[in-house]
């Protein structure tokens, strides 16, 4: 029982440390170097074969 809590509590500390390095990385700077708010990604226009816009979670529909 005891293995088993200090896995489990290996697991976590171990989950906890990897992921904060990934969101605390590289923060967004302007063109003087001072930090700003990162511009958020822009969704992304599906087309459907014929090359026409569609929803994208449409069938044959593929980014492009």
């Given at each position: 029982?005891?293995?088993?809590?200090?896995?489990?509590?290996?697991?976590?500390?171990?989950?906890?440390?990897?992921?904060?390095?990934?969101?605390?990385?590289?923060?967004?700077?302007?063109?003087?170097?001072?930090?700003?708010?990162?511009p958020?990604?822009?969704?992304?226009?599906?087309?459907?074969?014929?090359?026409?816009?569609?929803?994208?979670?449409?069938?044959g529909?593929?980014?492009?």
């Amino acid at each position: 029982m005891r293995l088993r809590l200090l896995l489990s509590s290996l697991a976590v500390v171990t989950l906890i440390g990897v992921s904060a390095p990934v969101s605390a990385a590289a923060p967004c700077r302007d063109a003087k170097g001072k930090f700003t708010t990162c511009p958020k990604p822009k969704p992304a226009k599906c087309r459907d074969e014929k090359g026409r816009y569609a929803k994208c979670p449409a069938q044959g529909a593929g980014p492009g």
